[in-house]
């Protein structure tokens, strides 16, 4: 492989744009980074001739309105254009301080929820439509948290599988698929044992998928917040031949539902910011306290059990949701994390 000329061109490699905002803005929390400046980041960064082919966005203001109409929803895309980048994945507002409401909640609270999935949708068909997106799903959550969960775990787990059924609807009459997050912090989601009872109760996986997101699905080994559900031994300490083991059980498990995956990293430590509730922490790509060797153990998602490159993402994501800003203003954080990216293409990627 030249270092000028990388052997692989797929998948696609997209920043995400909402560590500007997640944990950001809230009183005592630092400022949101405007989309601008995110463009601008992701846009500058190159490794080697290399650039980033697109960005995925947080439907949520001051990014991008979910009530945007048409002819802003054209101007969006022109900007995100005019930076030779392309649109993916798009996040859905759809917790209570954002507008939506909580899937378990009560019929009001579902409704709220359901909505801000039917514009979130809307927004991705109309991107389609004037021609900057042409992969990518729309993520949702259940959007409560775990100790409401656990006041009724199976009915709650019955509820948060009733309004993703009807939220499947949505997104059917849309075009479009939805990807549930796996993250601790989300209640009914926060272990993978919970995560497949509501895939499966919802069961239908071509509208309905998994996101992993490698700094969030680390948690689910260690049971943080189930367990119950722990994978690896109590006594973990980082063992190569526990790792392994634990991340071939888990990605068994989740791949066959997997249809959007996030590159991270994280020091297998939680944290919260601004109004955040704790979860798995990102890290910057460079951390050395990570435990996760990012080329190496992407490939648990990005390779079937035989060892073959599943090719089911058009593109992947980087995440460095709650990065301090300091952080995300430095222009080598970003070719850090694109020069990571590049190597994740080359160990589990194709060319098309």
């Not at 054209?74 to 254009?81: E, N, S, T, V």
């Not at 509730?277 to 951390?287: L, M, N, Q, R, S």
């Amino acid at each position: 492989m030249s270092a000028t000329q990388p052997s692989n061109n797929y998948p696609k490699l997209h920043n995400a744009m909402w560590p500007g905002l997640v944990g950001k803005g809230s009183p005592g929390a630092e400022p949101c980074l405007d989309l601008d400046t995110m463009l601008n980041l992701t846009a500058q960064a190159e490794v080697n001739g290399v650039r980033f082919d697109g960005v995925d966005l947080f439907l949520y203001d001051p990014h991008v309105s979910i009530d945007i109409d048409d002819d802003g929803i054209r101007r969006l895309a022109d900007k995100i254009r005019s930076h030779g980048l392309v649109v993916g994945s798009l996040v859905a507002p759809v917790w209570p301080p954002t507008g939506g409401g909580s899937a378990m909640g009560s019929e009001e609270e579902r409704k709220r929820f359901l909505e801000q999935v039917r514009k979130a949708c809307r927004i991705g068909a109309k991107l389609r439509e004037v021609g900057i997106r042409s992969y990518g799903v729309v993520r949702i959550d259940s959007a409560c948290s775990v100790s409401d969960w656990a006041k009724d775990p199976r009915g709650n787990t019955r509820r948060i599988i009733a309004t993703f059924k009807e939220a499947v609807k949505i997104a059917r009459d849309a075009g479009e698929r939805l990807a549930a997050e796996g993250e601790i912090c989300w209640g009914g989601m926060h272990s993978w044992k919970y995560m497949l009872q509501i895939l499966e109760g919802v069961g239908q996986p071509k509208w309905l998928g998994f996101q992993a997101d490698m700094a969030h699905t680390l948690l689910y080994l260690l049971g943080y917040n189930a367990p119950e559900h722990r994978i690896v031994p109590e006594k973990f300490s980082w063992e190569p031949d526990k790792f392994h083991q634990g991340m071939k059980k888990l990605t068994k498990a989740l791949r066959p539902w997997t249809v959007d995956f996030h590159v991270a990293q994280n020091d297998a430590t939680v944290r919260g910011s601004g109004t955040h509730d704790k979860t798995g922490k990102h890290c910057p790509v460079t951390d050395p306290n990570g435990k996760l060797n990012i080329p190496r153990d992407s490939g648990y998602w990005l390779r079937d059990e035989a060892g073959r490159v599943t090719r089911k993402f058009q593109h992947i994501c980087w995440d460095g949701c709650m990065f301090p800003n300091e952080v995300l203003l430095r222009p080598q954080t970003w070719n850090d994390v694109l020069a990571a990216m590049i190597q994740v293409r080359e160990n589990h990627g194709w060319r098309a």
